[in-house]
């Protein structure tokens, strides 16, 4: 015999298949749910579909905006000659919330991973190179420095240097407040390397 | 300028609503939902919904279910004259996955908690005690370990006791396994207070 109703095991199976999202979370999960509020809950499965349907990819730099063309590359004020390369849209995001990044980006929606079968071909490098035609002086790659983002990253270097524009990548080393002694051998040794002179 | 589209941050502040979701995991989980196909997210609003709309409460034992009487309760071969009273659902379905337990259960569906106002009328009591009129042996409690769930315990036993009804509660100790260096002084004394003989 089953724990639950039927209906109570399917909503488990489906919410514990998200990201992030285990059985003990997915059965909490499911039993907030039914004890919502009715209006609450079509409300919330209707932002669900709304997203989905009404957020698409930015024209030029591919983030997800629910415009032909994202507010970023819309705005004349910010310097198009500067592409800033990232994974996705979250990490754009993190970038925008320091407010002193006033370039362009670029969004990847992804990693070159060989392991999960994601090559260039499955990220918007295309989309990137067809930018490149025009005017720009500098792409910035700032994929995440794991394998995945460090191979991203050399990939779209040795795409990006025949044509001469510049290509730089954001630094790797020791978090701002980050403490010594608790951070890993590799992000240490990445650190001396990237050393710069004072 | 927001970060994100309009749909995105709406379907962020959702996500981030619900019990054990931080701003985080929302931003996560709202992006894997954009980037699922369509047929994937209108099949998981469905059963969101189907669940919400199809589930109820057990006409006996409060606990939910599909049916009017949920189905151990509608089973014959189980023991009617023992009741284990539990918080919720999720508690009662712990106990049945021991596979040992052949009682019925009462689920109150919360605790009674003064600190968030929940008082014993805001919890299934009244279900119980049209019950216990019936033929009764033995009413387990096994509320939480936790300050709510001790007094739920104590005030259930409390309404019980006239009734000339057994009420017993779960006992209290060291989990199996557990190494006793790891385990909180109050669990310590607890286990100490309910020792047995060998």
Known sequence: MDLYSGYINKLIEELAALPGIGNKSAQRLAFYLINMPSDRVRHLTK???????????????????DQEICPICANKA????????????RDQAAYEKTGKYDGVYHVLN?????????????????????????DVD??????????EGETTAMYISKLIKPTGIKVTRIASGVPVGGDLEN????????????????
């Open 183 to 198: 951070i890993d051998e590799v992000t240490l040794l990445r650190a001396l390397d990237g050393r710069t002179e004072l």
């Open 110 to 134: 992804g990693s070159i991973s060989p392991l999960l079968g994601i090559g260039p071909g499955d990220i918007n490098l295309k989309e990137l190179m067809v930018r490149l035609e025009g």
């Open 47 to 65: 932002v669900i579909m709304d997203a989905k349907e009404n957020v698409k990819h930015c024209k030029i730099c591919c983030t997800m905006t």
């Open 138 to 147: 500098e792409v910035i790659i700032a994929t995440n420095s794991s394998l």
């Open 78 to 89: 910010r310097n198009h000659k500067q592409i800033m390369v990232v994974e996705n849209s």
